[in-house]
């Protein structure tokens, strides 16, 4: 079905971009957690996205994506009042949210924030004491701080050049509040494999629930291909049907980084050859 651009923002310039799309179809049944696939016209890419945010009463989703290669680029030149080719979803399983007060910590970095911010806010209506920890390599490239204040109850932000936040990566700051916090009842990570391996990494000592929304390599979105399958507790599942959300603490990820790079030097001769420029 196809999805009409209600609005388009730009971001970080030439990077990220933001869309607001009329999918009254998806909005009603999005949940935190769930992702849609979408295609900027008849032959193109399947694109997988996280749904950044739903409102069901206006009809839309919103999404965020990384410029990256011939098909963000194909999507990027879009512009409000525009379709997508079509849109799928919402797919895969939604967050599992229990109501309760107990803290939750949501770590987002790069345009995982965006991501991120749906579960966040999930969490929150949930009754939950949500603190957000978000990152990125500077202030400007820090994305969805301010929809994030709106519901949680402390924000953490850290940038690797100290110009916003404590200097360092999201893991320190993650780090110093669960020093400091005992009752953390759940950790979940959205965004770069290694971010969420380092975060999996940093809670499995504290004994922490932690989780992860892996968005790998997909093409159908419904568990028949298997493209997206993954190694979790030494069992293949399938991110688009089983996940996308798995335990931070069984997922295998030295396999997931190897499968996510196998097609690069395919996606790099694409994007070259359609003569995609980042300008």
Known sequence: MAARIIRKEVLIPGQTTKL???????AAKAKPGNFVILRV?????RVPLTIADADPQQGTITLVYLVLGKSTWLLNQLEEGQELNDLCGPLGR???IEPGPEPVVCVGGGTGIAAMHHIAKGFARAGHEVVSVIGARAKDLLLFENE???FSHEILVATNDGSH????????????????????AEVVAVGPVPMMEAVANLTRPYG????VSLNSIMIDGIGMCGACRVNVGG????ACVDGPEFDGH??????LRERLSAYKPHELKSYQECGCSHG
Do not use: C, M, S
């Open 148 to 150: 994030l204040r709106a």
């Open 235 to 238: 069992k293949i599942q399938f």
């Open 250 to 255: 069984q997922v295998d990820f030295v396999e």
């Open 165 to 184: 936040g404590i200097k360092g990566f999201v893991t320190d700051a993650l780090r110093d509040y669960l020093d400091a916090h005992k009752n953390v």
């Open 20 to 26: 607001v799309l009329d999918a009254p179809h998806v």
């Open 94 to 96: 939604p967050t599992h």
């Open 41 to 45: 016209h008849g032959k193109g890419e």
């Open 208 to 211: 922490v629930k932690t989780t």
